[in-house]
């Protein structure tokens, strides 16, 4: 998130700004510091730069930075900066103790900015000590409630501006949020897209391929109809994707090859188990290119080989020595090629090459995961 984040800079390099500043002025003061006064600013100057140092060294713990510690601290050290101005003479409203009450002011804000209460009251509190040690030392009321009042504009204009970082940064968190739950929404949408076009090719894989057995099955038939129907219901029945665990391909192949129509040549080497997608994906293109040697190859046989290649790939291999075809020429509205044997081994991350030409058979080759080689 934009605003925790601006929250966790600005209470880091509050911190060294301030003490950039202050370390500095500290050493000026010293130096300026009347021979009879130098002792008490050189006390009171340490006390400052111990200050500085301790708050350095507690940004780099958290729990510490924002406990109750740090807060007395700033309070005592304020305090003792603010009336030890009568015991050093150092009461000028131009001295470096309203430039230490100053940039205290400034950089409270960001310091404490998830408790503004404590922010502010500390700016306050540096003010007022400010205020009543000069008048203690000087007791001269115009230059002193001079540089209070400039103070009391620096720290106001401090919280000011930390509250409009911190509306630009909800505003980058909200917009933020908004182009997540976009995403989200779109990724919902693919999922469920990408869910109807594997329902709608299981369709097509079962209940056309059911129908063209009954149209068969008019002229030599109707044996086996029933039993590939309680197969299709049984396949339209699961829920697309449902299936995340990981599943033996060579069962799924010999099951795919059992068709009752296309006598099989199986030769299927050790594989390991694949994720449900690819592994659903190859067993179903697989079921409908089977149908397809059925309806169009003319010839009764086909040969499927399986096994990994030199990388390591699955790969499975399907080939009949049928009419063959012109894959160029085949509709795009014809789903059983496109959507349910490439497009469905593409979705699952693999890829089907389809290999063919008339009077020459046909060779469809599964491999996944599909690395764009070749």
């Known amino acids: 998130m934009a605003e925790r984040e ?80 009568a015991a050093t003479g150092a009461g000028d409203p131009g001295g470096w103790v309203v430039a230490l009450v100053s940039i205290t002011a400034v950089t409270c804000p960001y310091e404490w900015p998830t408790r503004p209460l404590v922010g502010c009251g500390l700016g306050l509190l540096g003010a ?61 949408a693919a999922a469920r897209r990408s869910s109807e076009r594997e329902y709608l090719a299981t369709l097509h894989d079962t209940a056309s391929t059911t129908l063209l057995m009954v149209a068969v099955g008019a002229r030599d038939g109707t044996r086996g109809v029933p039993e590939r129907a309680r197969q299709d219901l049984e396949e339209l029945a699961k829920v697309p994707g449902s299936d995340d665990g990981r599943i033996e391909l060579g069962p799924l192949l010999s099951a795919a090859t059992r ?81 349910s044997i490439v497009g469905r081994m593409t979705r699952a991350g693999g890829r089907v090459l389809v290999s063919s030409r008339p009077g020459a058979g046909t060779t469809l080759r599964w491999t996944w995961p599909d690395d764009g080689d070749g």
Not at 60 to 69: E, G, H, P, Y
Not at 136 to 145: D, I, K, L, R, T
Not at 291 to 319: F, Q, Y
């Open 6 to 85: 601006l929250n966790r800079a600005a209470e880091r390099y509050a911190v060294w700004l301030r003490s950039a500043v202050i370390v500095p002025c500290v050493v000026f003061g010293i130096l300026a510091a009347p021979d009879e006064h130098r002792s008490e600013t050189l006390s009171m100057g340490a006390v400052a730069i111990m200050w500085c140092a301790l708050r350095l060294v507690w940004t780099r713990n958290r729990t510490l930075s924002r406990s109750w510690v740090p807060v007395a601290v700033d309070a005592t050290v304020l305090v003792a900066v603010g009336f030890g101005q």
């Open 259 to 339: 068709h009752p129509a296309v006598q099989v040549e199986v030769e299927i080497d050790a594989l390991p188990p694949l994720p449900a997608p690819p592994a659903l994906a190859i067993f179903h293109g697989v079921r409908e290119a089977l149908t397809n040697v059925e309806r169009h190859a003319g010839v009764p046989e086909a040969s499927l080989r399986a096994g990994l290649d030199e990388s390591g790939r699955i790969v499975v291999e399907l080939r009949d020595r049928g009419r063959g075809f012109d894959p160029r020429q085949v509709a795009p509205h014809r789903r059983g090629l496109s959507g």
């Open 128 to 188: 007022g000590a400010f205020v009543a040690g000069a008048l203690a030392h000087s007791g001269e009321w115009s230059p002193v409630a001079l540089a209070g009042a400039r103070v009391l504009l620096e720290l106001m204009l401090s919280r000011l501006s930390y509250v409009l970082v911190r509306a630009q940064a909800r505003s980058a968190d909200r917009l933020t949020e908004r182009v997540a739950d976009r995403r989200r929404q779109a990724a919902v």
